[in-house]
């Protein structure tokens, strides 16, 4: 229902929803995932029989090389890469980049920072002729990492250096090599110097520490100073994604209490099952999740009235996945969960009697049409079940599926995506969660599910909050506005929110939303809010 949108490069550093100004993101709290690329395994770049010197200039390249160096959207297609970096190549000389070289028996696939790039007159791949050859010293080439997710920062741990033994060096050289960030000439995270003679292979560790992990492009610079002439390649660079794991906001009357954690690899702010502007969605696969605690609020006792409802987009399906899941799943099972079935088959709401592994309720109806969103509700009016799909009655409960009864949960963690524990993933998006403590009629239902078609910003959210919601993952970034209240400015706002007075200094606040300016008010205050 929704068209997707480009993010801003800014939005995806700063990952911020902002009202009247931008500032650079807070460090990140990392939770370190390895990524290891290396070169052995990466395309490469037809070896040129003949080509001038400048040839990245106008250079035609296979596997998607661009003439800057950088593979195009390549590592966002899988080939043993994460989708949440981007990796590119370049030197200091516009034009010029890097070269792969894969046919060599020693080096297969090694990424040769120099020699060729600077034979003078000689075309390259020329080896008829070798004559000594000053390299240019002091002369930089860059790996660049960019992040492109807003949660995900990066940090490099090592990589490995190797010299090629076939040119015999008489003098040692020196490499040195940094880590800067935001830019070459950027603040410099690690450094270091090597010393190489004929033929040593050397890793390099570069020191960085989780606290020095930023979603702000990190340029890996390596630079020769002295020596002989001699060829190296840069090989294994061993990386961390980090800060993969955030906060799904809830809007619902619960507040922060209702607020789910996501897991590392929870893809964020995907296209949304509302047509308004702003809506996002949450991606989902492989078992990541989002989690909330358990809380009463959410297990009404098994006699009172409750309703669940949400929006889901799947890719894939085994029969057996679960995109909601609020379920003591050891001994004897309480709670409920729900399931997405064969397409033709539809949804399946499981609700548990408290003996063993028996079901109390099994509603099944509608369909799961893969890559197109269904909306799907639940109303349990403290005595009897019903489910409804696309704002249709599915299933009107008159067959139970089980005994008929209910046994309500006392420690069931909910969660988003998968069972609790990563179990049962399901494979694609969700949107726009919400539990309500009453029993929706059906007229509330079919109006949220034709709201969701309206392109007035806040239609659906305002009526599923009117309607009394709970708990209301939204699946959106963090927001912040300010509203007049009499005399009093309130801020209303998701994440941590931080205020300045100039829009260069900013402070985080330890308020909680709705938050009342305290009097008296300076000339100007500025808000953000931020994960």
Known sequence: MKTPRTITQSRLLLATAVLFG??????????????????????????????PQDYGDNASAASMLAA??????????????????????????????????????????????????FRTGQAIGDTSVDPAKTMPVGFEYYVTFSSSAANCGILINSFVLDDYFDYVDTLSHVVQWRVAKGSPSGPVLASGSETFTNGLNVTVTTGMTAA???????????????????????????????????????TGSLGTAGDGTNTGGVVLEQPGAVAAYGDYSTSYAGGQRTTVPFRSELNPPSGSPFTVEFWARPTASDGDDCPLFNRVSDGNRSGWAFFQRAAATGWNLRMYNGTGGD???????????????SHVVAVWNGSS??????????NDGSTPGGTGTYNASTAAIFAVGAYDNGSGPYAGRVDEIALYPTALTPAQVLSHFNLAASPVVGAYSTQVLA?????????????????????????TYTGVLSQSADLATWEDLTVTSPYTLPSPRPASLFFRARR
Not at 216 to 245: C, H, P, Q
Not at 359 to 373: N, P, R, V, Y
Not at 385 to 394: E, K, M, S, W
Not at 467 to 491: F, H, K, T, W
């Open 68 to 117: 800057t160096g950088t593979y195009q959207n390549l590592y966002e297609m899988g080939n043993g890469w994460t989708p949440n970096i981007k990796v590119g190549y370049s030197t200091e000389r516009a034009g010029e980049f890097p070269q792969y070289y894969g046919s060599d028996a020693e080096w297969p696939g090694g990424c040769f920072l120099w020699s060729w790039n």
């Open 385 to 394: 079940a019903t489910l409804y799909v696309n704002g249709a009655l599915a």
């Open 359 to 373: 079901l109390g309720w099994s509603l099944t109806g509608g369909t799961a049409t893969l890559d197109a969103w």
């Open 22 to 51: 931008l500032a650079p993101l807070p460090a990140l709290i990392p939770t370190a995932s390895a990524t290891i690329l290396t070169f052995d395994t990466s395309p490469k770049v037809e070896v040129y029989t003949s080509m």
């Open 212 to 250: 020095q992990a930023t979603n702000e492009t990190l340029f890996l610079v390596i630079k020769r100073m002295a020596g002989t002439e001699d060829d190296l390649s840069l090989d294994t660079i061993n990386f961390d994604e980090v800060g993969l794991i955030t906060t799904s906001y809830n």
């Open 467 to 491: 309607d009394g919601a709970v708990e209301y993952l939204q699946q959106n970034p963090p927001a912040v506005s300010i509203a007049r209240s009499g005399l009093d400015m309130v801020v």
